[in-house]
């Protein structure tokens, strides 16, 4: 993986298509055990995988939580705002605490772009980034990748739009560069105030008009619009955002009938998503959902691996 090879995973920049091809391929075997009776096998019995969230999470961090115990690592959590930092405590005591009590692997959230790597310069531990501000979140593009191709066979000459707030979205960074690397045509699709100004190099199309790109995709990715936003003067209005941007029910027969409906969750049903159109049956943000304990289980299996060469020998142990 990035940085260092075998200590942690902070960005999908930097990442060759060799390592995301190699991280989809082992969730395979993730996927399987999670269907399993018992789920549960003793890859990294021993090891301790800690969660740091400086931001709230619900999907990531629960994930994270149930993939270390699927392969029955210990686990640690912190949470910001019950914790010393009210104190004054600084992050990076923080992380020698948390050290201290024997974490192997942390997994990091916090709203400042750089954070999972600062943490990764000061520990010995490895480090997962789950999301740092608008920069980047590695794992959510990795089950974005694992869900499509699961439901098309590959992404390699897939149409993808990514819809709504490009700017602030760390899940659009990391997705454009997973999806482009692994062979799909990206389109982003926003009003130009929610573009980031350098957009230059990027390896997509740029759209302001939703309903022109509906009939020529396979996927349509919306984005959460974040309310901050709006306070920001970058949308006139939630009603005017939702008139161009929301996929509601008519915009939806739009698309071609076997196009995949994402979200990376939460979702504001009513702006970018109507409630209709996150149950058709061509949504799979619940695939989304269960798709990343796997996909965090192959994560974490490569980084706290007992250093086997893990594609040639997935045995990751028997059930318990
Ligand atoms: N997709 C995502 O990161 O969701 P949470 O904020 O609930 O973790």
Redesign the pocket.
Known sequence: MNQSPSKSLLSIEGMTKHELEEILELTDTFDEIGRRPIPKVPALRGRTVATLFFE??????LSFETAARRLSADTMSFSAGSSSLSKGESIRDTVEVIEAYGADLLVV?HPAAGTAQRIDNWTNASVIN??DGCHE?PT?ALLDAYTLRKHKGSLEGLRIAIVGDILHSR?ARSDVLAFSMLGAEVVLVAPPTLLPPSIEGWPVEISYNLDEILPTIDVCYLLRVQNERINEGLIPSVREYVTDYGLNVKRASALPKDALICH???TNRGIEIEAAVAADPRSVILDQVANGVSIRMAILFLLLGSGRNLMEDADVGADQ
């Open positions: 709230d999470s619900t999907r990531t961090r959230r789950a999301g979140h959510q899940v990376p969750g939460p």
